[in-house]
Structures are given as structure tokens and as C-alpha cells.
């Protein structure tokens, strides 16, 4: 079993829905984030999160929302979703205490039409 | 936030040629991280590097970290089929509560023709 999981791995929507990610870990990891990739770009940060409850905005958090009730589960949430918004997500889990390596699901195809 | 360039943007080569990327960033950093994306995964990561002028070997895969902590190379001896991916650098957040962050580079996409 994957010890990053994200859920859905495809995800086709209207403009103006609500979008939920999810992602769950296994690997007892304190930090998790979510990442955006789009082609050209790399992978830039939406949002991260070092304990429960704890939440900071990354680099482009603006039309995104997060929920981090659980050690396991981090989940990413579009409110009103945009056709700009359609992307790759990625969530990432690292050990707490410094810099530690980061390790990712397997991604989010996100398509809003 | 830092600026980090990463070239070249693509390379289309053949199996067996072999291959050389860089990334050069605005600021000085003690650590450089080399991953790489299969197609339809999450990054994987490669190497990671955390002296200057440090050079380090995983396999065919060599990277090292540049003098002036402003740069970093990635080079893959005898490429075949498998290297196919993205490879980007990423270096880490700056102190504090940024710490443990990661910024990447726009990515090479590498194609190797058989």
C-alpha cells in the first residue's frame, strides 16, 4: 500500500463547484502540504501544515482552502472552483524536527471546464 | 521569495548519450535536492546534497553542489528508456516556522529516444 494516498487520482468539474482533496498517510509523518504543478512552472506551494490544527499559506494559497483534523489526513478544498485552478496536485508528508525529505502521493488530475 | 532556474527545459536524447542539468538560485542555501517525477507519480527524491562543493554519486545519477552555494548540477551517465521524467531541484524554506518547506525548480523533461 502507498504511504502517501491521494483521493480522487482524476477529477473532472463545472466551474463554480466545491472540490475536495484528500489525502491520507501512513508513514506517522508530523508535516504535510500541498503542492501545485502545471507545466513549465514546477511545483509551487498552496498550503502547509506541521501539526493538527496548525495551518500556514505557501506561495499560492489564494482560492484554496485547508483542513488538517487528524495527524493522517490533510485535505485541500476549492470553494468556488475556476478553470485556472485545473491542475496536478500533489500532497507530501515530511518528519517534523528541521529539514527532513519530503514525500509525495502520486497525485491529483484536476480538470475544471 | 527566492528565484531558482532550473535548464534546460527539455532534453531529447538518445540511449546511452548523457546528460547535464542545472539550477542556479538568488540566494545562498547549505542544501540542494535533486527528485525525479515518473510519468503519473509523485516526485521521488534522488539525491540531496548539503556542503559546498560537495559531490555525490547514486548509480549513473552524480550531482553536486556548486562553490558559491548558488548553484547546483545533476548528471546522468549512459542514459537508457528508465531515465524518462522530469527531474527538478528544489532547495528548502528559509529559519523559523518556513523551515521544512521545499521550492522547486520549473522542471527538465527529459526524453530518451531507444
Known amino acids: 500500500d502507498a504511504d502517501v494516498t491521494q483521493t480522487p487520482r482524476n477529477r473532472i468539474t463545472k466551474t463554480g463547484k466545491r472540490i475536495m482533496l484528500e489525502c491520507s498517510q501512513t508513514k506517522g509523518h508530523d508535516r504535510m502540504y500541498w503542492y501545485r504543478q502545471d507545466p513549465g512552472l514546477g511545483l509551487r506551494l498552496i498550503y502547509y501544515s506541521f501539526d493538527v490544527k496548525d495551518i500556514n499559506k505557501g506561495e499560492i494559497s489564494d482560492g484554496y482552502s485547508v483542513s488538517r483534523q487528524a495527524q493522517a489526513k490533510f485535505s485541500l478544498s476549492l470553494e468556488s472552483a475556476i478553470p485556472n485552478q485545473t491542475a496536478l496536485y500533489f500532497c507530501?508528508?515530511?518528519?517534523?524536527?528541521?529539514?527532513?525529505?519530503?514525500?509525495f502521493g502520486d497525485g491529483t488530475r484536476l480538470s475544471i471546464l | 521569495g527566492q528565484q531558482l532556474n532550473q535548464s534546460p527545459q527539455s532534453m531529447f536524447i538518445q540511449e546511452g548519450e548523457d546528460v547535464s542539468m542545472n539550477c542556479t538560485s538568488s540566494s545562498i542555501f547549505n542544501t540542494w535536492l535533486w527528485y525525479k517525477q515518473d510519468p503519473g507519480e509523485g516526485p521521488v527524491l534522488l539525491i540531496a546534497?548539503?556542503?559546498?562543493?560537495e559531490l555525490t554519486s547514486n548509480g549513473r545519477l552524480t550531482a553536486q553542489f556548486g562553490i558559491t552555494r548558488k548553484d547546483s548540477f545533476l548528471n546522468i551517465s549512459a542514459s537508457i528508456p528508465s531515465d524518462v521524467g522530469i527531474y527538478f531541484c528544489a532547495l528548502p524554506g528559509g529559519g523559523g516556522t518556513s523551515y521544512g518547506k521545499l521550492t522547486f525548480g520549473q522542471g527538465t523533461i527529459l526524453t530518451v529516444h531507444p
Open positions: 546534497l548539503y556542503k559546498a562543493g
Open positions: 507530501a508528508t515530511s518528519p517534523g524536527q528541521g529539514y527532513q525529505p519530503q514525500h
